[in-house]
């Protein structure tokens, strides 16, 4: 633990677990022991990301595009 109180979760715990940065934990007391758990009802990774997408796209431009066209679109072609 650091001066801040912070605690760094092993890489193959956060993989078992499926933690990923952002999401939001809770430590409790358990007779005893420390234990973190997801929050319940926060948001997931998906959510959180398309959270901050939202508003920055234009559908209006790419309106009509074949599949082939966004895939050049998006591959800078």
Same mark, same amino acid.
């Given at each position: 633990?650091?001066?801040?109180?912070?605690?760094?979760?092993?890489?193959?715990?956060?993989?078992?677990?499926?933690?990923?940065?952002?999401?939001?934990?809770?430590?409790?007391?358990? &007779?005893?022991?420390?234990?973190?758990i997801?929050?319940?009802? $926060?948001?997931?990774?998906?959510?959180? /990301?398309? %959270? !901050?997408?939202? &508003?920055?796209?234009?559908?209006?431009?790419?309106?009509?595009? $074949?599949?082939?066209?966004?895939?050049? /679109?998006? %591959? !800078?072609?």
């Amino acid at each position: 633990m650091n001066s801040k109180g912070q605690v760094t979760i092993p890489a193959v715990l956060r993989a078992r677990h499926n933690l990923h940065e952002g999401d939001e934990l809770d430590v409790v007391d358990d &007779g005893g022991k420390l234990c973190i758990i997801r929050r319940h009802g $926060s948001d997931t990774r998906g959510q959180r /990301l398309v %959270r !901050g997408m939202r &508003g920055h796209g234009n559908a209006r431009d790419t309106a009509g595009m $074949s599949t082939d066209e966004l895939m050049e /679109l998006l %591959r !800078g072609e």
